[in-house]
């Protein structure tokens, strides 16, 4: 590969964002972040929104920064979290708000979809983990309570929104749309049928097209604003799916844990499992680079330690709330970390109190009892989802790789080894920007396959081995 031909991952998660070059140096892949922005929800009209319009001024602000440094990729590519989608008029402009899976509008949905389609057979239909906030939930609440689908054009997912807007072209790459609970198993489209029974309009689902599809280029105005010309790939751009194809081994056979604010523990397939066993122990099975299954678990992860640390006003930091829970010698509760109860609470800790006093009739009384139940119960969480995950695949697993901001935290990784009894790799940090680049890198051909990269990608990174 050429030297200094650069590539640009555009990375965008629920609380930030970030553009990370990358490009090729001493056969090492090379990463440099250009440019990082703020993301969050904001409350519009008693809903949880995402403010779209500033988000695409910060992806172009960031192309600027790549003119500036004098840093001109030349392929780019957009991930982002699953699931949220916007609505287009007939003259391609957003209808009403773009909310947030974390909004409480889907509350009860569920069960009335089930009314009119049932649980088992959605799941037989789709593979796809029986979540309050998915895709098919929202747009069912959307159909119930306005009539914003009858206007509606065009549906498109975050990254795909952000991706018109650059070229023109709608489409709904694979991995993003396999989280709607609206993509078809066996043929990996839309699940037509399954429109039709819940009332919601096909014409506006655009054609599935697979991580590493090019794009074209950059539309005329945005050139201009920019200063320069890029070719647009689609990412595996639901940030899980760019994130395990950076899991560094070339095996057929192993866990990822993807952690961060979830935690999403499965293995790599290119069978899917949509058994009654499999939807009881409610697994999914989303898509993966190259027609492959993630067939996983979604465990509510960091998110719960994120907001008892803001909480505290950010008083202590991560290492320093790890050392309180591996200091704390008394008894350590375990709580449900999947409960509702810690989707969305108006104080976490509270949250923590109030499960421990209904369940086990005591209250932790300090933060670094809170600490210690969560990495506990998160550590647990985990064993527990391996050996479902070896029941339900009738295999075995020796090696567990910890990837994303998640995998920076030893104590965690050590009682996640302990508590599994499996060997576990943490690394690379930066996993969903190196897979984002890892599909530019396979359109262009600079490996001849997955394994080839994902063994490029071990030898660029440290990876930590706890046992």
């Not at 974390?102 to 029986?130: A, C, H, L, M, W």
């Not at 396999?178 to 066996?186: A, K, P, W, Y």
């Not at 995998?407 to 943490?426: H, P, W």
């Amino acid at each position: 590969m050429e030297q200094n031909r650069y590539f640009l991952a555009i990375d965008i998660g629920a609380s930030s964002g970030r553009h990370i070059l990358g490009y090729i140096k001493n056969q090492k892949l090379q990463l440099e972040e250009i440019y990082r922005f703020k993301n969050g929800v904001y409350n519009q009209n008693n809903q949880l929104c995402w403010d779209l319009k500033s988000l695409f001024n910060e992806i172009l602000n960031g192309l600027k920064k790549c003119k500036e440094i004098n840093k001109i990729p030349s392929t780019l590519a957009i991930d982002t979290w699953g699931v949220d989608f916007v609505l287009l008029d007939k003259e391609d402009k957003i209808l009403g708000e773009t909310v947030s899976y974390r909004d409480s509008r889907t509350n009860g949905i569920p069960e009335e979809i089930f009314k009119t389609v049932s649980k088992e057979n959605i799941y037989q239909r789709t593979g796809i983990q029986n979540l309050v906030f998915n895709t098919i939930n929202q747009l069912y609440s959307i159909k119930k309570n306005s009539n914003i689908l009858d206007k509606a054009s065009t549906f498109l997912m975050i990254p795909d929104y952000f991706n018109f807007l650059l070229t023109g072209k709608k489409v709904n790459e694979y991995t993003n749309a396999s989280t709607t609970q609206l993509l078809n198993l066996e043929s990996s489209n839309w699940d037509f049928e399954l429109l039709d029974k819940l009332n919601i309009p096909k014409n506006i689902f655009q054609p599935i097209v697979p991580a590493g599809t090019s794009l074209g280029f950059l539309k005329k105005e945005i050139i201009e604003e920019i200063g320069f010309d890029l070719e647009v790939i689609t990412a595996p751009s639901h940030d899980t799916a760019s994130a395990v194809l950076a899991v560094p081994c070339s095996k057929d056979n192993f866990l990822y844990l993807s952690s961060g604010t979830w935690s999403l523990l499965g293995t790599e397939s290119k069978k899917y499992n949509s058994t009654l066993e499999s939807l009881k122990s409610n697994f999914t099975n989303e898509g993966g680079y190259n027609k492959t299954y993630r067939y996983l678990k979604n465990i509510m992860g960091l998110w719960i330690m994120q907001n008892v640390k803001k909480e505290l006003n950010d008083k202590y930091s991560f290492p320093e709330l790890s050392q309180m829970a591996n200091d704390f010698c008394g008894e350590k509760y375990i709580i449900n970390v999947n409960d509702n109860e810690f989707l969305a609470p108006t104080s976490m800790i509270e949250a923590i109190k109030e499960y421990c006093n209904k369940k086990f009739n005591h209250i932790p009384n300090s933060i670094e009892e809170i600490v210690a139940i969560i990495y506990n119960s998160l550590a647990l969480s985990y064993a527990n989802t391996i050996k479902e995950i070896e029941k339900l695949t009738s295999q075995k697993f020796n090696t567990l790789y910890i990837i994303g901001g998640g995998c920076q935290d030893n104590y965690l990784n050590y009682l996640t080894a302990k508590k599994s009894g499996i060997e576990v790799f943490a690394g690379p940090i930066e996993a969903t920007a190196i897979g984002n680049l890892g599909s530019q890198l396979l359109n262009k051909k600079y490996f001849s396959s997955v394994k080839e990269f994902r063994s490029f990608v071990l030898n660029s990174f440290d990876i930590k081995k706890y046992k």
